[in-house]
């Protein structure tokens, strides 16, 4: 392994190259680019062993492709072009006054949350390098979800072009261009929420923080994502720019408590928590810090890790409701129809929570029938009733069938049995060493088959929930189809519009339907490899097979099929137009 000065340094070194290619001229910066990756492997194998070469070269291939989402030409782009609409147009700059201490309180949240984490890379023993190689992996995700964050603070102006009814955001790494005509709603804050704005703090959302001091906010709901910006509550750019919405867009106002206030206290104990165990690794290394100074024997220290999973498995329904400020539902129609899919399904204790969030999307968590819970956003609720309780019958059955326990055991068990093969098999993994390009290759053997493996286990689950919640509801298999359809149909839709604002051209990129056929390599990454089987395939099977044995025969030979290039077979898509069947195969 080598040593973290030694990872730290490509690191930085990665990011340099990433950088540099992003702010050279696109055939230019192709060019270095290549050069330069060509250069860098070379190096790289006449420098180091080849462990150590591989476990680099891997480190600084997740490190390049992390921050070519960040680097997107396709926004480098669009910055451009909003540039020069705006020396053409009449436009109102909407001034804001920048507080530093807005962002030092993000970098602390960060550094709070990451400290633990940070001390076992440089501070644990070299016996545990391959798990600091992973901690490592988490960091640069943080890392580079926060350099967006940082660029906004330092980058981001604001311009109302009155006469186009548009609202330009100039950032260099998230510009907007958002037409107000398409919010759907308008809120003002007294402050910023940081425990609804922070990364590391939050589930389901997906908002862009262009808040830069303590001062009054306005949020704006769009389709895709929710966007919040400081302003003066005396600006009259502000009330004109409120103005050009449709008449019908719903405003509120919220008074936001001060991070001390015991509300937000009880909030962010809940939400720390979440930070350090669900999205960090503070939690897990901080426990192992203090195995390891107490000198516990390895069966010690995994019995403490066992259990501390337990105990998050119990707990994750209350962690995640706090995530994403979620709120219950006691009552209204949605609330009675649910009751009734929970008492057919005989989960009648189960709850529902609604959490504000333009992102289409259904979730169930708890461990047990007990503490089952099912989270909707409220984009999804916008939906047709009948797709609405066809989203809420799959999470039932998720909850009636423990699926998210069996997941979770499904992935300890993996984890179990690369524990056992090591120990049986001590003596042929010890001569493995002396020929290490094998060693080497098994290991990344491994790290392939973990997620096929959890793909086959999630998606098996996920068939299954279609299948079982169709049984529950009116229309049966073609409802649960239609609501599949109508969910893939809208989440296209949010994300079509996410791209217009962000970038120069959506049309330019190439997306197919979620609910059409993709060629076949995106169909193998997403049958080997996804949480969720193809919609199309799902959607398909809920209209062709009537008994679940017939279903999983035919999920099990798509997952093979499917994957494989086919010249000669037709398309199987869904359009609006094709409700009672898909065509199959030939």
């Not at 919040?228 to 004109?240: E, G, M, R, V």
């Not at 993996?414 to 060693?439: C, E, K, N, P, R």
């Not at 098994?442 to 790290?447: D, G």
């Not at 409802?479 to 962000?502: C, F, I, R, T």
Request: with cysteine; net charge positive.
């Amino acid at each position: 392994m080598p040593q973290a000065m030694t990872i730290i340094s490509y690191i930085v070194l990665t990011g340099m190259i990433a950088f540099i290619s992003f702010i050279l001229p696109k055939r230019i910066g192709k060019l270095f680019e290549i050069s330069v990756i060509l250069g860098f492997l070379i190096y790289l194998f006449l420098t180091y062993e080849i462990t150590e070469a591989l476990m680099l070269i891997s480190l600084c291939a997740f490190v390049y492709g992390s921050l070519l989402v960040i680097f997107d030409r396709e926004k480098q782009a669009k910055q451009r072009q909003l540039k020069e609409e705006l020396k053409q147009s009449f436009y109102k700059k909407i001034q804001q006054e920048k507080d530093v201490r807005r962002l030092t309180l993000d970098i602390f949240f960060v550094l709070l949350v990451s400290s633990i984490g940070l001390l076992f890379i440089f501070y644990a023993p070299e016996t545990y390098a391959l798990l600091k190689f992973f901690i490592g992996i988490y960091f640069i995700l943080t890392i580079t979800q926060f350099i967006s964050r940082v660029t906004n603070y330092v980058t981001a102006e604001l311009y109302f072009l009155p006469e186009q009814n548009r609202l330009i955001i100039t950032s260099a790494l998230e510009p907007r261009d958002l037409p107000l005509e398409e919010v759907q709603e308008v809120r003002r804050e007294t402050g910023p929420d940081l425990l609804r704005l922070h990364p590391l703090f939050t589930f389901m959302s997906e908002n862009v923080d262009y808040t830069i001091s303590f001062n009054s906010v306005l949020r704006l709901s769009f389709p895709g994502e929710t966007i919040y910006i400081n302003f003066d509550t005396k600006s009259n750019i502000i009330k004109q720019l409120i103005k050009g919405m449709k008449e019908d867009t719903e405003q509120k106002e919220k008074k936001v408590a001060a991070l001390w206030h015991p509300d937000n206290l009880k909030r962010l104990f809940w939400k720390g928590y979440y930070a350090i165990t669900v999205k960090g690794v503070s939690a897990y290394t901080g426990l192992l810090f203090i195995l390891i100074w107490l000198d516990a024997p390895s069966s010690v220290m995994i019995s403490f890790v066992l259990l501390w999973w337990v105990f998050n498995l119990y707990i994750s329904d209350r962690v995640l409701v706090a995530a994403s400020d979620g709120k219950k539902l006691t009552e209204g129609k949605l609330f009675n129809e649910a009751q009734q899919l929970f008492k057919q399904a005989g989960i009648s204790k189960t709850r529902l929570y609604l959490v504000d969030s333009p992102i289409h999307n259904g979730l169930a968590t708890g461990m047990n029938l007990g503490r089952g819970t099912i989270m909707l956003t409220t984009a999804t609720a916008q939906l047709s009733l009948d797709t609405i309780k066809a989203i809420i019958a799959h999470e039932a059955i998720h909850i009636k069938k423990r699926d998210i326990l069996t997941n979770q055991i499904a992935r300890m068990l993996f984890f179990a049995v690369i524990a056992a093969g090591s120990y049986l098999f001590y003596d042929q993994l010890l001569m493995l060493t002396d020929h290490i390009v094998l060693l080497t290759i098994l290991i990344y053997v491994l790290i392939i088959l973990f997620p096929v493996y959890l793909s086959f286990i999630a998606q098996w689950t996920e068939m299954r929930a279609d299948h079982l919640a169709s049984l529950l509801l009116d229309k049966q298999g073609t409802q649960m189809a239609n609501g599949l359809y109508e969910l893939g149909k809208a989440q296209d839709e949010a994300v079509k519009k996410k791209l217009s604002y962000s970038t120069q051209d959506a049309n330019s990129v190439k997306r197919k339907l979620s609910t059409e056929r993709e060629g076949w390599f995106l169909r193998f990454i997403e049958f080997q490899f996804m949480v969720h089987p193809p919609l199309y395939w799902r959607i398909y099977s809920l209209r062709t097979y009537k008994s679940w044995r017939s279903t999983l025969m035919a999920w099990a030979g798509a997952r093979l099929k499917e994957s494989l290039p086919d010249f000669f077979r037709k398309s199987i898509h869904c359009n609006e137009q094709n409700t009672k069947e898909v065509n199959a195969w030939k």
